[in-house]
């Protein structure tokens, strides 16, 4: 029954889910708790755009105690075509993936989902052209993007990539506030050290002004425990980082130079700025730079957005 599907019309099926969300009492969020999907598959039930899989309908029937009869339902056999996952051996670029996970990434707990969320106009450029192409080289996966006003999401559907990486990395399913920790794997190589810092700093770092004439960088993160560790692997590589209770930074002018040497950030955002600290001695403020017109983003956001999943941030 696996490859069975609902064969109806949209317009019967939104029907349909609507009568057993109501009769079970269900929130769209609890909706899609119950069935193992993402609140935005529920939606997609909804509107007809996913055809509803029979073992799913079963479900909200035996639990709503719906009797079949009432209703003209038709199924239809697809063979989805498996997508399969290779994952590749670990690397430099696998650390740098683990570091932006751990940034603005996250496990989803419902639906097997990995995904990266990062500022729609600032990050785009990086989300598109560093993230996603991380996904197709580590998992032979292509991952989908989704654009909304104030956020742009890389997002992978695989239950095999999602129970490798908390399996083996120990990265935690769901909220990752006092969970974290960097895998044991980053500290066998100062090639992985360098590599996780960056795809961290791309991702939930940041470049500033700290007076009109000086700069700091800066990471933050409201786990104490893992921000305690990303402070020492700083310290590992020399780095003269101070410590805080929420924050990182590091403000020595040479610290700095070294940290964009050594390290090498791959978001542009974070490089334009620092060219243009190094040529005026001044960083430009965030709202002073029109990143639209910067790096030639276009206003191509989605009419109907996906659902927020929540706070991704650790």
Excluded at 53 to 71: D, G
Excluded at 245 to 250: G, H, M, N, Y
């Amino acid at each position: 029954m696996e490859n069975l599907y609902l064969n109806i019309e949209k317009e019967k099926q939104r029907k349909l889910v609507e009568i057993l969300k109501q009769k079970a009492g269900f929130s769209w969020t609890q909706l899609a708790r119950f069935l193992g999907v993402t609140r935005g598959m529920t939606i997609n039930y909804h509107t007809g755009k996913c055809r509803m899989p029979f073992e799913k309908i079963k479900m909200l029937f035996k639990l709503t105690k719906t009797s079949w009869t009432k209703f003209d339902l038709k199924f239809i056999e697809v063979k989805n075509k498996p997508k399969n996952p290779v994952i590749s051996e670990f690397d430099e670029d696998f650390a740098e993936f683990l570091g932006l996970l751990y940034g603005d990434g996250c496990l989803s707990k419902h639906g097997n989902v990995i995904h990266v969320t990062c500022n729609a106009v600032s990050d785009r450029k990086y989300v598109e052209e560093t993230v996603k192409p991380k996904f197709v080289k580590l998992f032979s996966l292509e991952p989908k993007i989704i654009i909304n006003e104030s956020w742009i999401r890389c997002r992978l559907y695989s239950k095999k990539v999602s129970e490798f990486l908390s399996n083996t990395f120990e990265i935690p399913i769901g909220k990752k506030k006092g969970k974290m920790k960097i895998p044991k794997i980053i500290y066998s190589n100062p090639v992985y050290y360098k590599a996780f810092l960056r795809g961290l700093f791309d991702t939930d770092g940041g470049f500033h002004r700290h007076h009109k004439n000086s700069a700091q960088i800066h990471f933050t993160s409201a786990d104490e425990n893992f921000l305690k560790e990303t402070w020492k692997l700083l310290l590992k590589l020399g780095f003269n980082a101070k410590l805080g209770k929420e924050d990182i930074w590091i403000l020595d002018s040479v610290e700095i130079d070294k940290f964009f040497k050594e390290i090498n950030p791959h978001n542009p955002k974070h490089i334009y700025k620092y060219k243009k600290y190094k040529k005026t001695g001044i960083v430009p403020l965030h709202r002073e730079i029109d990143y639209a017109k910067l790096f030639g983003v276009c206003d191509r956001r989605e009419s109907n957005p996906a659902p927020k999943l929540g706070k991704l941030r650790s």
